[in-house]
């Protein structure tokens, strides 16, 4: 079991830029979750899918956009970086009400 | 809503010393309590749960215990090891609100 698999794992774009970050666990888990990580702030929840085929916004979800693609896979978008976006991105999955199992993490800096 | 709430850090240490990181919460209905630790340049991991009053989770020599009556989920360790610095991050999930709601993190600093 490889558990929640993120990619990529560095990222550097260009104000403006696009990019998706990937992520799939292996769990079974009906529930996936993107957090932010920034330094004095903990882990900010920026979306969710609490099942497959329903998504949610989070606490700041400004800038994103996320997909379900299915029950594996849950991919956050952003369309057009921006420099307040450079952060630690991590996804996590879990069973509903229950722990979450996080990935290892994307680290993406925005110039 | 529901809320977290633990020291702030950084909290350095001897090694063999004892670790206490106080966490308190506040809560609608019955949560599931967690202790999760950050490694430096890695994910968050599961440290220890607690799901109902009174139950003790532990781990890795690390203990903490649900209570109830005092809305708190202390995370102690008898000895600590240098591999133990870290962040620490308690955590709370309920039925009805599937999400976790972590607390700020502390970080623990252990020397040699």
């Known amino acids: 079991n490889a558990g929640v698999t993120q990619t990529p794992k560095f990222q550097v774009l260009k104000t403006g830029q696009s990019m998706t970050l990937q992520c799939a666990q292996d769990m079974n888990h009906n529930s996936m979750y993107w957090y932010r990580q920034d330094p004095g702030m903990g882990l900010r929840l920026i979306y969710y899918s609490a099942s ?47 722990e979450q199992f996080f990935g290892p993490g994307t680290r993406l800096t925005v110039l | 809503g529901d809320s977290v709430t633990q020291m702030e850090g950084p909290v350095t240490l001897s090694e063999e010393a004892f670790l206490t990181i106080n966490c308190t919460y506040t809560a609608t209905g019955y949560p599931s309590l967690f202790w999760y630790v950050q490694y430096p340049g890695e994910g ?69």
């Open chain 2, 44 to 112: 968050l991991q599961l440290l220890l749960k607690a799901t109902k009053a009174d139950d003790k989770g532990s781990n890795k020599g690390f203990e903490a215990t649900y209570r109830k009556e005092t809305t708190s989920f202390h995370l102690e360790k008898g000895s600590v090891q240098v591999s133990d610095s870290a962040v620490y991050f308690c955590a709370l999930v309920t039925d009805s609100w599937g999400k976790l709601q972590f607390g700020a993190g502390t970080q623990v600093v252990v020397t040699p």
């Open chain 1, 52 to 98: 497959e085929g329903t998504t949610d916004k989070g606490e700041v979800p400004n800038g994103y956009n996320v997909s379900r693609l299915n029950k594996r896979e849950f991919s956050l978008r952003l369309e057009s970086a921006a420099p307040s976006q450079t952060s630690v991105y991590f996804c996590a999955s879990s069973v509903w009400g229950d």
